[in-house]
DNA sequence: CTGATTGCAAAGGGTTTGCATTGGA
DNA sequence: TCCAATGCAAACCCTTTGCAATCAG
């Protein structure tokens, strides 16, 4: 099943590396069906998972039933996830590998092979939402569809 | 906005502090229904939530879109992820609050509440199949439907 | 040529929501 | 009484899949 080229997974690929951030599945389809009005969502999810899976790409894992984000970083980091709006940020932290030999699973017969950490907080943008409305509910992600807190 | 008893919620907090592991909202559905009939999945969702909010119970954050699960250990604590099965299991290794403070957030105004640690692995029930059928997939999380697996 | 990749639309899973009804305080 | 909680079904979001058509190697 070897892997072939195409204009698609090309400007998939650009548009995640260029991308100040950590653009969802969603960011990624919105940059480049501007220009390229005829790729399918499908294809995008598809070229994201291979980029990822051959490492050209890093892919953040989903945090609390929220989307899947990705990377132009391939080197392990960890990241912040604002419960508010569901934005990545990059954590300043080198990565412990000694973590996972430290870490004892309290089950039979279970090998870790590696971790992540995730710093749970909330963005500037929303925090100044809140004290502006003075909202104190924890799941106004709805309110980031404005495109500010991104 | 106060909180009612309610038979239902009384049956869902004893199905997760009874469950040996981590329940997810259709573990514990299941469990419910084969007494109660009548109950609804709504309901237990619903009340899942309710319960976590108030700390009458944990909720262990889905990883890669898997499903959330929920604990009846309430302390913070870390957890492991089959990422064939997606089946949680505890972790040895004591919480520890200064990793929020040596974490450095890259962007301006993110400020941080809390951490979470995954470990992801492997669980003996699934190494042991991959062994047996060569299986090679990272991905064969239905074979766990059997139930063996969780 | 040949099979990997595409676009489309439909299906999938986990979860939430609208609404009329029920029932706890 | 009154409003929180229920059951049901439909809607929801994100993601994956089946399929015929396309296109890279």
Redesign the pocket.
Known sequence: ?????????EL?YDAVMSYSGHP???DVYREISSR?S?????????????LAEDGKIGRVE?FA????HYDHRTDKHYHGYCRKC?KIVDIDLSYDNRLAEKALPMEDGFSITSHELIFEGICKECREKEKKNGTEGI?N?EESSDGICR
Chains 1, 2 share one sequence.
């Open positions: 099943m070897d892997r072939r080229n195409t204009v698609q997974k998939i969802s599945a969603e390229h005829t790729i399918s969502k499908a294809t995008v999810y598809r070229n994201l998972s291979l989903s039933n929220s989307e899947t569901g799941k992600r």
